[in-house]
């Protein structure tokens, strides 16, 4: 039987008290020698992630503990959330605990790249099964982890070209938002939409890039900026739903009509999207499906490797967008927060209880 | 007696260096990059910069004290996630409003409490305060993204009614700089919290009840950074758990470049706001020069190093000695 956890997590509702739990716990782990986590009858499992600050994450826990109750009910008797609230020594602390505290089988997103791997692989050598998704973190597959399950940033720069292609009709300027000044999650992604635009439409320009750490506030504030630098804007790209609000309405106290704009999908904007729709007919929204599936695969890797099942070295997700103009009116949900993630196809109960 | 209750007030040349320095950086991003100095850009300017003297404000009064506060950026997250939780419906606006100040209040209380009875240094009791605020914060239902604010507080937050050019969060921060200024020039409890600031001991022994006033200047200073949260609630309109973090440097920031002692006591409310503004333009003119993320940073931080440079350095008694020494060498 499935013995699911508080949704929201202890480490959410009290992160320092979640940090003096892990550290204790280690310490107790390092001095009395490991403590098994898993029941007599079944798989117990971890889920990590490196801060959970977000919506994706909280989506990301729902996929996971979903489809564990969907597929893995009867072979599955705990499972445990870990975040490290974006704490790289408290992540280590973490995982080593998974390993001393004897799962069956994690998976674990790192926010961190390889500054986790050594843990990960004292994990793996303690017999949990492990599965790496988003974020890469080195090592050997097979020996230091099961399998990983990655994003393709090219398909996602690639989509987003493709939608500013059509809506723009192949003509027009560009801009992008981004968290850290050339982080590795939005680089990737503008490279290949500037590939894309350089062999399919040379008349669209990306102009330039406003590093504004996926904050609402700084965004607003970069926007502004842009918009004085360039006259013509026909489009922006950001992948921090939360940002493009205050980012339109910079167009709007500038006087200009907000253009079409990508990112990803959230209730939120979807609603904004809708309204802003009214009073601005032409505007159009290009709705990344977001990542809320890396979870839900990575943990079924995660089980079938601690079932003894063969799983892939490594599952590429399959990156969608849809125009929102087409499927807004359906997939917004008046009912749900503004965080629930439309296209995360869960139950809407179910995804509830984690977006309260 | 080292005490000087006017400097309070703000001296005109000490506190005069901030506007000429913004002068000269506006011009020079004119002669650069006009782009940065359009009318569209120079609106932005004040409401960014007037976003941030707001914060800075808050700041300036604990820094006048004596104190510092590290648990700004903290508080400005909870704020922002307080009113937006409770602001849900229009009708509940003002409850959202009062709950935000005084959860903010309670948090300065909580600072005060902290530096002048527990006696622990501002800087660690601040910081201790910031990770429990920041718990709190991820308690508060939906801070994961799930808050939304009503349309009309964007509306509010971010319309231009004045003039079409400043927005009533920059009102209000002007109306709040003209009474803070007042009350510091002109009003026996801001004459006295600056002597307190300058000389707690002399304070002391002339019977003032300096822990009231420093306890009371947390609180203060949080009642700002409440003002400043829903207003920057507004602007995101989706308030997050990491919505005040790009705010706690430049606050400390901008009153010290505003000629503000940060042993307390010396310090011009009108000077931390040309010590905001002249941040926000620095940021701008940055950005759109393509400056590396690193050039921006040492710009900032040399701009700080050099602030407290020139307002510490006393030239004629600098001068002296070095004539001294010249003097005493030429002997031998």
């Known amino acids: 039987m499935t013995r699911h956890k508080d949704p929201q997590g202890p480490s959410r509702h009290a992160p320092s008290l979640c940090r003096l739990a892990g550290t204790l716990t280690i310490a107790a782990a390092a001095a009395f020698g490991s403590a098994p986590a898993q029941a007599e009858d079944g798989l117990s499992v971890a889920l990590f992630t490196g801060t959970c600050a977000n919506p994706i994450r909280t989506t990301w826990q729902a996929q996971a503990e979903y489809e564990i109750q969907q597929k893995y009910a009867d072979v599955v008797s705990s499972v445990e959330w870990f975040c490290a609230q974006g704490d790289v020594n408290l992540g280590i602390s973490q995982i080593k605990s998974i390993a001393a505290r004897g799962f069956d089988a994690a998976v674990i997103e790192s926010d961190w790249g390889g500054a986790l791997l050594p843990a990960i692989k004292d994990a793996a050598r303690a017999g949990v099964k492990i599965s790496i998704f988003l974020i890469p973190v080195d090592g050997e597959v097979g020996k230091d982890y099961v399998n990983v399950v990655l994003s393709d940033f090219d398909k996602l720069g690639e989509n987003a070209a493709e939608f500013f292609i059509d809506k723009l009709g192949g003509k027009g300027t560009i801009i992008g938002l981004g968290g850290p000044p050339n982080n590795t999650w939005d680089t990737p992604q503008i490279e290949a939409m500037k590939r894309v635009f350089a062999e399919r439409a040379p008349d669209i320009t990306y102009l330039d890039t406003g590093w504004a750490d996926w904050n609402p506030a700084s965004s607003a504030q970069a926007m502004g900026t842009l918009l004085s630098k360039y006259p013509e804007i026909d489009g922006v790209w950001s992948m921090e739903a939360t940002t493009l609000i205050p980012v339109l309405n910079q167009f709007i106290a500038h006087d200009r009509e907000p253009p079409a704009f990508y990112g990803f999908d959230t209730n939120g904007l979807a609603g904004q999207y809708l309204d802003l729709k009214k009073k601005y007919p032409s505007l159009e929204y290009g709705m990344a499906v977001s990542p809320s599936l890396y979870a839900r695969e990575a943990v079924g890797f995660a089980i079938d490797a601690a079932l003894g099942k063969e799983v892939p070295a490594e599952f590429v997700i399959d990156e969608k967008f849809f125009d929102c103009s087409a499927v807004c009116s359906d997939l917004h949900e008046p009912s749900m927060p503004d965080s629930y993630i439309p296209t995360s196809d869960l139950p809407l109960d179910f995804m509830q209880q984690y977006l309260k | ?332």
Not at chain 2, 110 to 124: E, F
Not at chain 2, 171 to 176: D, F, K, Q, R, W
Not at chain 2, 235 to 258: C, D, F, K, M, R
Request: glycine fraction near 14%.
């Open chain 2, 1 to 332: 007696m080292g005490t000087n209750i006017k400097s309070g007030g703000g001296g005109p040349g000490r506190f005069a260096f901030i506007w000429a320095a913004l002068a000269v950086l506006l011009a020079i991003s004119m002669a650069v990059n006009p782009d940065t100095m359009r009318t569209g850009a120079f609106t932005d300017l004040i409401y960014f910069g007037t976003l941030l003297s707001a914060i800075a404000l808050g700041q300036h009064i604990v820094m006048v004290g004596g104190g510092i506060d590290l648990s700004v950026a903290a508080q400005l997250t909870l704020g922002s996630l307080v009113f937006a939780y409770l602001a849900q419906g229009d009708s509940s606006l003002i409850l959202a409003v009062v709950a935000t100040l005084g959860t903010c209040a309670f948090c300065g209380l909580a600072n005060g409490i902290a530096v002048t009875v527990l006696r622990i240094t501002p800087l660690i009791a601040t910081l201790g305060v910031a990770s429990i605020v920041l718990g709190v914060a991820y308690g508060v239902p939906g801070a994961i993204g799930a808050l939304q604010v009503p349309a009309v507080v964007n509306q509010l937050a971010v319309d231009k009614p004045v003039f079409g050019m400043l927005s009533r969060g920059t009102v209000a921060t002007i109306v709040l700089v003209l009474l803070l200024s007042a009350a510091f020039r002109w009003f026996s409890v801001g004459r006295t919290f600056t002597l307190i600031g300058d000389n707690a001991q002399t304070a002391r022994v002339r019977g003032y009840r300096v822990e009231l006033y420093k306890l009371g200047s947390y609180v203060v200073g949080s009642l700002i950074y409440g003002f400043a949260a829903i207003w920057l609630a507004g602007l995101a309109n989706t308030p997050g758990i990491t919505l005040g973090n790009p705010y706690l440097l430049p606050s400390i920031a901008a009153v010290v470049i505003g000629g503000t002692a940060l042993g307390g006591g010396r310090g011009s409310v009108v000077a931390t706001m040309g010590g905001a503004l002249f941040l926000t333009q620095l940021k701008t003119l940055a950005l759109s020069l393509h400056a590396p993320i690193a050039v921006q940073y040492i710009v900032e931080g040399a701009m700080i190093a050099g602030g407290m440079a020139v307002y510490n350095l006393n030239i004629r008694q600098a001068s002296r000695f070095y004539l001294d020494l010249f003097k005493n060498n030429q002997k031998t």
